[in-house]
């Protein structure tokens, strides 16, 4: 995918200015040879020891398979109220389900994902509005269902008002 239009894409949906920094970690710190995935949490919290002095939030993009202990799998973490996310496109892709490669579909799902978990860091939490960028996604179908964009109730609960131009 064309992962350099996403911070552009993003800042249609919320008003502020997005930057992609490049950020070597070693993941092996987070996989777990039982599940053979990675522990997102012990992520994030790395992840929030490199928040850029200027930046007020970090959301870093894998392409590993994460989990938290109480779930089989997660499409992305994020700290409510907090500033910090982490997403993994590894079951957003089509190829994970037999599917022939859809860059188009993954980084509509990947932008998606990230707005999801960055409305979690703003305090907002699942909302009943199908297709609210804040839906619950259990099933990688529940976030093709949804809009990029936040709903009207909320757009109001983070003072935002968004660009609905995205799928």
Known sequence: PQWKDLATDLGHCLPFTFEILPLKINLRLFYSTDRHQYHSTLLLGHLLKNLPEQGDKIIGIT?????????????????LNGRGAVVSTYRLNTQFYGLPRNDQLLYDRTLKEILHELGHTFGLIHCSDFECVMNSSTYVENIDLKQASFCASCQDKIGVNCDKRFP
């Open 63 to 79: 392409d590993v398979d994460i989990y938290i202990p109480i779930l089989t799998f997660l499409f992305g973490e994020a700290q």
